[in-house]
């Protein structure tokens, strides 16, 4: 069923093809470390790479492991001898030394190196989307809300710097994952090198591109993908966080932003007006999963002693599930984002909605700047704040009337002025080099 959600590029990356590829990867290279080391004849990798250019890794083959695993049940153990079947001889020494966590790990590792390459550049395209929705809005001016409660000016660009400021925290930790999955094992049964010799894995490692894992048991230790399921998760969290913001935004009581709603779309079955945020929501539910996910990837990094297989099964579904939906997700929010509608008539009339309520703490400052104490302040503006929410006349009028109320006309309107409150949003950009 994920397979709907993941683009060509991920689905060949764990179709059934490709991590067969990824096996025959390892064993070659670890194959050519023995040649270089004089322990297998010269050419006895090559010979098996001819012979596979001649029968290749395809459909049938497939076929074949699995039917040979259907007797084994131990998947590298039909891998290696559906390869024999092909390549003949030179078969034999294939796998030398090695036990199939070996194989499984390392390659395991190639293809989730490759797979956060695919997630990074979809993170890449988002952070575009949202750098230009910060640079466009970027003294468009709009209420902030804090409890849900209109609270101060702020600009709408500001929410969608926050966010890409969170985005390009989850690339840094993608890519510290996509570092700490990159290693490759091959240090035999218990992790003593007793049958393969460090040589052969930091040649092995150097071949395929990655680095030799210090020290291991029979596997590569899963904190390390427990590590990247957490960045991911957290990724997915931060696109929810974005979905979030724009379904309340959507909300008929605000309607400040919207997401695109195309020719012929419906958004109800019964009510015809109806225009959901239905993407939005979408992506909350797979930043669900994610998490749940994570939570996977933790309890598989206790094992038994030296191994046990519990932590397979589940990186079957997990490792390949994430990784296409943390792109599916990121393309999605994308996609929300290049057709988003936004309303900036709507926030100007939000701005006011209150009657001058969120200029309440500059009132107080000013108040407290000409010589009241901060307690008479607090006073003065609380009184005809509730006097405002009750009546629902301006805030400026009533305080204008108060006679407790020192101001002159002239400072009153200047402390209800919200150019005041965004004076120092460039200098917040600048840092962003914006």
């Known amino acids: 069923m994920i397979e709907r959600y993941a683009t060509p590029e991920m689905q060949r990356l764990w179709g059934g093809t490709a991590r067969y590829q990824a096996w025959l990867r390892v064993e070659l290279a670890a194959t050519e470390a023995w040649e270089a080391l004089g322990e297998v004849p010269a050419g006895t990798a090559e010979a098996i790479e001819r012979a596979l250019a001649e029968q290749p890794i395809d459909d049938a083959f497939v076929a074949r492991v699995e039917a040979i695993e259907a007797v084994t049940r131990h998947d590298i153990v039909a891998f290696t001898r559906a390869v024999v079947e092909r390549v003949g001889e030179p078969g034999r020494f294939l796998h030398l030394g090695l036990t199939s966590t070996d194989v499984v790990d390392t390659a395991q590792n190639l293809l989730l190196r490759e797979a956060l390459d695919l997630v990074l550049a979809d993170v890449s395209a988002l952070a575009e989307a ?17 409890h849900g409660i209109h609270a101060e000016p702020m600009t709408f660009g500001l929410k969608f710097l926050n966010f890409l400021s969170a985005l390009q925290r989850d690339e840094a930790r993608l890519r510290r994952a996509q570092g700490g999955i990159a290693v490759a094992m091959l240090s035999g049964s218990v992790g003593t090198y007793a049958h393969v010799p ?56 605000v ?26 929501e979408n992506l909350a539910g797979v930043a669900r999963l994610l998490r749940g996910n994570l939570q996977a990837a933790l309890e598989n990094v206790a094992l038994w002693h030296e191994r046990d297989i519990s932590h397979s099964s589940v990186e079957r579904v997990i490792l390949p599930d994430s990784t296409t939906l943390a792109s599916y997700a990121t393309r999605r929010l994308t996609r929300v984002l290049n057709d988003l509608v936004v309303d900036e008539e709507r926030m100007r009339a939000n701005l006011d909605l209150l009657h001058g309520l969120v200029y309440s703490q500059r009132v107080l400052h000013k108040l407290i700047d000409h010589g009241l104490s901060r307690e008479d302040a607090y006073d003065i503006v609380q009184r005809n704040s509730l006097r405002s929410w009750e009546s629902g006349r301006h805030l400026r009028s009533l305080l204008e009337e108060d006679a407790a109320n020192p101001l002159t006309a002239e400072e009153l309107a200047s402390a209800f002025d919200p150019a005041w409150y965004l004076r120092h949003v460039d200098a917040v950009y600048a840092r962003f080099g914006l």
């Open 130 to 146: 949202l750098r230009e929705k910060a640079v466009r809005y970027k003294h468009a001016a709009c209420i902030g809300r804090t």
């Open 198 to 253: 460090p040589e052969v894995e930091a040649r092995v490692a150097e071949r395929l591109g990655l680095t030799a894992d210090p020290v291991t048991n029979q596997t590569v230790a899963r904190d390390r993908h427990a590590e990247l399921m957490s960045a991911l998760a957290i990724l997915g969290t931060t696109i929810e966080r974005v979905a979030l913001e724009i379904r309340h935004l959507q909300r008929s009581e």
């Open 255 to 280: 309607r400040e932003a919207q997401e695109g709603f195309g020719r012929g779309q419906t958004g109800s079955s019964s009510m015809p007006h109806k225009k959901n945020p239905i993407a939005s």
